[in-house]
């Protein structure tokens, strides 16, 4: 069965300085997405970045990056710079792709909670 | 106007009080889902459904029901409530992984339940 972990309940940053959240996961389909979103206090989901399993680069957007280590099948989030309102949750989640597509279900971790401070 | 919207917002019951959470959307998407989120376990799938004739039960379906009365909308029941589903619920919407897609799920601003 798949399956997301995040062992960082919270974390510190100070602000400009870059901060890797981690996540690792579990799938025996060889066909997989793997998300990050961002959560702020005001708790909207907002979608951060996207990775596929067969995607030879990482992926990133602006200040985000993602750590895609397939052997070890971790999928880190790399925030740049980090910025005051980049204080908030942070969930991994996983897609198996199945056969043709068809499942789509995102499976997410527990969150880290991340503070930047000034 | 948000894709995704969510009514009520937040809600507050008693014990054994039927409840529905309503989601609607206009994104055009077929597959639509909800989630419930409690601190330090995530979001945790409920159903999800991927045409009007299609509804799966997730990971935590128990106490719950679901009703696809349209492709825009996706409505979820709590026919007795109890205390341990306050929580706060999500409603999300897909489209199929495709060359212009990736998949990911668009949320609804949540509604937050408390149970009393």
């Known amino acids: 069965a798949q399956k997301i972990t995040q062992t960082q309940p919270g974390m510190f940053v100070q602000e400009k300085e870059a901060v890797t959240l981690d996540c690792t996961y579990d799938?025996?389909?060889?066909?997989?997405?793997l998300f990050w979103y961002k959560q702020p206090s005001s708790g909207e989901m907002i979608f951060l970045i996207y990775q596929g399993s067969y995607d030879q680069q990482n992926a990133t957007e602006g200040r985000y990056s993602l750590n895609f280590q397939k052997a070890r099948k971790s999928a880190n989030l790399v925030i740049s710079a980090s910025q005051l309102g980049d204080s908030a949750m942070y969930f991994c989640a996983m897609r198996e792709l199945g056969y043709g597509g068809a499942t789509n279900k995102l499976i997410f971790g527990t969150g880290t909670l991340l503070a930047v401070q000034p | 106007d948000a894709d995704v919207t969510q009514t009520p917002r937040n809600r507050i019951t008693k014990t054994g009080k039927r409840i529905m959470l309503e989601c609607s959307q206009t994104?055009?998407?077929?597959?639509m889902y909800w989630y419930r989120q409690d601190p330090g376990l995530g979001l945790r799938l409920i159903y999800y459904s991927f045409d009007v004739k299609d509804i799966n039960k997730g990971e935590i379906s128990d106490g719950y029901s679901v009703s696809r009365q349209a492709q825009a909308k996706f409505s979820l029941s709590l026919e007795s409530a109890i205390p341990n589903q306050t929580a706060l619920y999500f409603c999300?919407?897909?489209?199929?992984?495709?060359?212009?897609?990736?998949?990911?799920?668009?949320f609804g601003e949540g509604s937050r339940l408390t149970v009393l």
């Open positions: 999300a919407t897909s489209d199929l992984p495709s060359g212009s897609s990736d998949g990911e799920l668009f």
């Open positions: 994104k055009g998407h077929d597959r």
């Open positions: 799938t025996s389909d060889p066909s997989y997405g």
